[in-house]
């Protein structure tokens, strides 16, 4: 419960983030709604030598329509996708897993960029962006670069953004009037998922559907996905669930609930 | 104002964030004390190296076990001593190995870390099971084996009684281990100026702190003073001696500063004693009609690394319960203390009584299901009627005080509407689309008002009554000091309700005052459900002893005799002469004026009561529980819980709603959330309110709460206590109604914490 010791440093633009976080390579890390890292440190799991304060960079809370992309910046909290009209028409899915996050206080401190770049394998928007096959816009020493969402999570709390590298957008496909769930199972209201599951209907009569809890990152259902392309009911499709997947086993849950969690998880977002 | 649902005094401040807390507190200089805990199970230490922690800045100095091999050991288990900071080895994970003192809690914390302590690792035996295995070597070095204490609780046994009985069935049952956790973890902070030490601490018995410390440091207690502030929840953990108690005043008289330690989350979890923690082999044997004829019970619990004194016994209290209230004729109990390799067990709220009546209800249930019978027919024909109180159970000096324990089963059955749940039931057994409704009961009684002194000096208590001190000022307020130590009871408002009816003093114009060795008399303290079975009864004689002498200034102030006088809302007045009348404030005053009052009348109205209870109380009720079961997750829903408590007389229906409130949400957290649970290598699984499970607001249900009075013939008062009602009965409850739920499936049992993944396993397994 308590830290090790730290230095902390405010950002006050993009720039300034990248410069300090150039300046001290690794021994940095950037300090959003702190949510995940505060506790991370008081508990000696993460012990950054210097702190990154982005909390006040006003410019990247944002939510803009752009064509047929949703632009969401990376320090909008969950509170705003919860209520964002921009968010609740265009990318529902993502208002839904946001209002799923913690209580309101966690809502309104917590911000998106913070919990895709914390990478959790339970965290509830990795499922809503991956389902919605969003790209991830990251700010770096030599220039901007897009991540799309499928290769942004790399294992447990580890990503595809360098130690030198802000995340600083996501972007998403609008999906207006196409149908989409959010389901999750917690052991308490307020826990991180068991299992969680996001479906999102796509043009054309495809289906994505996105896992947490399920493995070491977020993941696509892809056998569940193919099947249901294929034609195959979605009673059926939904066996597929935790096939290629490797749930953890732990004092949470044992693999085998897990995956049929799963299960039926994704039949009741299908049935939605 | 007896029976007022008058809001708490204590309010103002704790919702305000005024409360004075340990850590509120701040001393001039002031040190802060952290411990390098033990991160190994079972191991020799060979070597600790504190260079590395002492060369750091801000680091005042480092200790381990030989730096207070001069202080006297521990109150331990006699035979069994135990020392403050773990010497050769380890016992558990979480054991004290070393302290260091810094200037800052930060630079504390950082140079714990860098103490390096080296260990040969021993085996691990993290359960009872692996430390009664035959080859298990002794983890606590005086003991020759685990088995650190094996009692026959009864001299006989039931083999005949259970040999002739028409049906008997076995069943084995877990009651799993808890942690207290409540919102402020242990704290101390003690200053030692002059010639002898001042010590703010956690505690709920701050008197017989004083005395194990005075005793400790070779000083008259009255050298030693200890307060306890605003405490944030204790729920008995803070009842055991912890070595901070004793480790902070010795470092302060060391340093000639003050030392402050305060228990972060994560130490709290490993630290400070858990509770429960109890294996249970029942046989019962009974007839057609579900009666209870005879009851054989082993018990067999785990006290983890190092015996409490007060853990290592406790289930000689599970045992004196094991009849709950059913009139059982014979009942053979025996129990075993087992040493492990985990943190150690001690009280926890109900401490002891709660593992029985979750015992003994979960067996009726399983007698119910056994015969086909309704489980509220079996309870009718075993419980004790009213008639027969107070009734003598089968344990000697266990006498059950006045209750209806039918009719409290009767109401709960009415407010549950219990035949339309079973209607539902049904209903929805055959729908396969509905989820699975289950009804538990829990018809409890456990033990309150401790005392009486030959029963808590085994727990190490001088006595087992209870001192009030109540005290007129000369405006006519009064100040009430009392040996109690509430941490969230609300005694400033109970006790004032109390005293406002003897004195005559309005509610607002009392104070109650507690916790301070310094300004109490003598007290013992608060656990065991005894603030107003005990305290209680101390405050209303002490406050009548007050109201008699002033009657008697009254009186001589109106030129009357004292019979004449009645009581009227400001004072006192002649019968049947309302232009006679003398105001209390009036007559406080006088109390003060030696040339005004009747010749030999000692000046001040105050009086000091010490109250000796008779007997134990016993609270009881019935308590009905409402699941819902999800059949495709196994998620248990409580939609319903129900709670019939008969406390005896009830002094704050709204803060004893709110005791019950907090002790069912406790048990019902028992039943489906919490459990400290270990690897294999001893390892702490949960030691984070991230990983263990306390259920948030959200998790738990609205409750209904209802109360008969039956008035306990055992104290004036005839209050019978309910500080631990709520988690007594509730975890069978719960219990009860899953198992219910799923009986149709085969199920007979879902061990504690009936997590979804457990109910899910059993639903499958049986179908």
């Known amino acids: 419960m308590i830290p090790a010791g730290f230095s902390y440093v405010r950002a006050g633009s993009v720039q300034e983030a990248l410069a300090e976080l150039s300046r001290h390579g690794g021994a940095a890390r950037l300090l959003a709604g702190g ?15 210097v702190l990154v304060d982005i909390g006040r960079l006003r410019e990247l809370s944002y939510v803009r329509l752009d064509g047929d992309q949703v632009a969401v910046g990376a320090l909008t909290s969950h509170r705003t996708l919860e209520r964002d009209p921009v968010v609740a028409e265009q990318v529902p899915l993502l208002a839904a897993a946001a209002r799923r996050i913690g209580d309101p206080q966690v809502r309104n401190r917590g911000t998106i960029g913070g919990s895709l770049a914390h990478a959790d394998p339970a965290a509830d928007l990795a499922a809503a962006v991956l389902a919605l096959d969003g790209v991830l816009v990251a700010h770096g020493p030599s220039g901007v670069r897009e991540i799309p969402a499928g290769e942004f999570f790399t294992g447990p709390r580890q990503s595809a953004l360098a130690a030198d590298e802000l995340l600083t957008e996501i972007r998403l496909p609008a999906a207006a009037g196409l149908a989409h769930a959010f389901e999750k199972f917690s052991r308490r209201a307020l826990d991180w998922a068991v299992v969680g599951v996001a479906v999102q209907s796509r043009p054309g009569g495809r289906t994505a559907v996105a896992l947490i809890g399920m493995g070491p990152t977020p993941l696509r259902a892809v056998a569940v996905e193919e099947a249901l392309a294929a034609g195959t009911p979605a009673a059926e499709a939904r066996s597929l669930a935790a096939r290629g997947c490797e749930p953890p086993d732990n004092a949470v849950a044992s693999s085998s609930y897990r995956a049929h969690l799963a299960e039926v998880l994704v039949g009741r977002a299908l049935a939605l | 104002m007896i029976g007022s649902a008058v809001p708490r005094k204590e309010d103002a401040a704790l919702l305000t964030g005024r409360g004075t807390f340990v850590d509120d507190i701040h001393r001039p200089g002031l040190l802060h004390m952290v411990y390098v805990h033990s991160g190994e199970a079972h191991a020799l230490i060979t070597q600790i190296d504190t260079e590395a922690a002492r060369a ?11 730096d207070f091999a001069e202080l006297p050991a521990r109150p331990s288990v006699p035979g069994l001593e135990r020392g403050y900071l773990a010497g050769d080895k380890v016992h558990y994970v979480g054991e004290p190995v070393a302290v260091v003192v810094a200037t800052d809690r930060y630079l504390a914390a950082d140079a714990a870390r860098a103490v390096r302590v080296e260990y040969e690792p021993l085996p691990v035996m993290a359960t009872v099971a692996d430390a009664l295995a035959p080859d298990a070597v002794p983890i606590f070095a005086p003991l020759e084996s685990n088995l650190a204490l094996e009692q026959q609780v009864t001299p006989h046994d039931v083999a005949d009684e259970l040999d002739a009985s028409p049906h008997r069935l076995r069943a084995r049952l877990v009651n799993q281990r808890c942690a207290g956790a409540p919102l402020e973890p242990y704290g101390v902070l003690a200053d030692w100026t002059g010639a002898g030490p001042t010590i703010w601490a956690t505690v709920q018995a701050p008197h017989r702190v004083r005395a194990e410390i005075a005793e400790r440091f070779g000083l008259a207690r009255h050298l030693v003073r200890v307060i306890a502030p605003d405490v944030g929840g204790a729920f008995g953990v803070k009842s055991s001696f912890m070595p901070e108690l004793f480790l902070a005043p010795e470092l302060s008289r060391r340093l000639g500063r003050p030392v402050k330690f305060v228990e972060t989350r994560g130490e709290h979890m490993v630290h400070t004693y858990h509770g429960r923690d109890q294996i249970q082999e029942v046989e019962v044997g009974f007839d057609d009609e579900g009666t209870i004829l005879a009851l054989d019970v082993t018990l067999t619990v785990n006290t983890g690394g190092v015996p409490d004194p007060v853990g290592i016994a406790l289930a000689t209290l599970t045992s004196y319960m094991l009849g709950g209230c059913y009139r059982i004729p014979k009942i053979a109990a025996r129990f075993r203390s087992v040493v492990t390799n985990t943190t150690p067990t001690a009280s926890y709220r109900g401490a002891g009584r709660p593992e029985a009546s979750f015992l003994i209800e979960r067996v009726v249930d399983l007698v119910a299901r056994r015969l086909g019978k309704d489980p509220a027919d079996v309870r009718r024909v075993n419980l004790v009627q009213p008639g027969e109180m107070p009734y003598q159970t089968p344990f000697e000096g266990i006498v ?14 009415d407010r549950l509407d219990y035949a339309g749940l079973r209607e539902e039931q049904e209903r929805r057994r055959a729908d396969p689309g509905a989820k699975l409704l289950g009804v538990g009961l829990s018809t409890f009684v456990e033990m309150g008002g401790f005392g009486p002194t ?5 727990f190490g208590y001088i006595g087992g009554w209870e001192s009030a001190n109540v005290r007129l000022q000369p405006d006519g307020s009064a100040i009430i000091l009392v040996g109690t130590a509430p941490h969230g009871q609300g005694h400033q408002t109970a006790l004032a309700q109390i005293a406002a009816d003897e004195l005559g003093v309005p509610f607002e114009a009392i104070s109650v005052l507690y916790g301070d060795t310094a300004v109490v008399q003598e007290g ?7 603030g107003m079975p005990v305290a209680g009864n101390a405050v209303r004689q002490a406050a009548a002893d007050v109201a008699a002498k002033a009657r008697l200034i009254a009186a001589h102030m109106l030129e009357a005799e004292g019979d004449d006088l009645v009581r009227v809302e400001a004072g006192f007045q002649v019968k049947g002469v309302p232009t006679a009348e003398v105001s209390l404030a009036a007559v406080a005053e006088r109390s003060f004026k030696p040339h005004l009052l009747p010749a030999g009348t000692g000046l001040g109205l105050e009086c000091t009561s010490y109250y000796e209870p008779s007997n134990l109380s016993y609270p009881s009720g019935a308590h009905g529980c409402v699941v819902e079961i999800d059949r495709e997750t196994g998620h248990v829903h409580v939609l319903r819980y129900v709670c ?3 406390c005896g007389t009830v002094i704050n229906p709204m803060t004893a709603r709110g005791q019950i409130h907090g002790g069912v949400a406790q048990g019902i957290a028992q039943a489906l959330y919490e459990k400290v649970s270990f690897d294999a290598d001893g390892r702490p699984l949960n030691a984070s309110l991230e990983d263990y499970m306390l259920p948030g607001m959200l998790d738990l249900p609205g409750y209904e709460t209802h109360h008969i ?14 500080g631990e009602a709520g988690a007594t009965a509730a975890p069978q409850a719960v219990v009860n109604a899953i198992v219910d739920a799923l009986a149709h499936l085969g199920v007979r049992d879902v061990e504690m914490p009936c997590t979804p993944e457990r109910v899910w396993k059993a639903m499958h397994h049986a179908s």
Request: aromatic share 8%; hydrophobic share 40%; proline share 9%.
């Open chain 2, 709 to 722: 009075e039956t008035k306990s013939s055992f104290n004036p008062l005839g209050a019978k206590g309910l």
């Open chain 1, 35 to 49: 949510h995940s890292l505060l506790p991370a440190m008081k508990l000696r799991r993460a012990e950054p030598g």
């Open chain 2, 524 to 530: 013992i303290g608060t656990m065991g459900s005894r």
């Open chain 2, 56 to 66: 750091l800045p801000g680091v005042v100095g480092v200790w381990t076990a030989r």
């Open chain 2, 644 to 646: 019939v408590d008969d």
């Open chain 2, 454 to 458: 030959p029963l808590f000096e085994q």
């Open chain 2, 400 to 413: 059950y005080d006045e209750a209806d324990y039918p009719a409290a089963l009767d109401l709960l059955l």
